[in-house]
């Protein structure tokens, strides 16, 4: 179980780098980083979730939705740096 345990946290600092290389073009560091981060992490994991679970059953193509958050988020990374 400890070899699992150190994999997935090799894993996920390796997911937290890429995320933080893709912040950083924004200007994000430091504090800003984080929040950025969890901005990100909150708000894909949310999407994702409610897809799963069939919770979007308005008439606007899913896909055409997120790419809109995704543009959105971009956005407001911008705002927070």
Do not use: C, K, Q, W
Not at 8 to 15: L, P, Q, R
Not at 22 to 45: C, E, I, K, M, P
Not at 59 to 77: I, K, N, T, W, Y
């Amino acid at each position: 179980m400890a070899a699992e345990d150190a994999e997935a946290t090799e894993i996920a600092a390796g997911v937290l780098a890429v995320v933080n290389r893709a912040l950083s073009v924004h200007g994000l560091t430091g504090d800003a980083a984080v929040d950025g981060a969890r901005l990100l992490r909150a708000t894909l994991h949310g999407f994702v979730s409610l897809e799963a679970a069939g919770g979007f059953g308005m008439p606007r193509d899913v896909d055409a939705s997120f790419d809109h958050v995704l543009d959105v988020l971009e956005r407001g990374m911008d705002a927070l740096a």
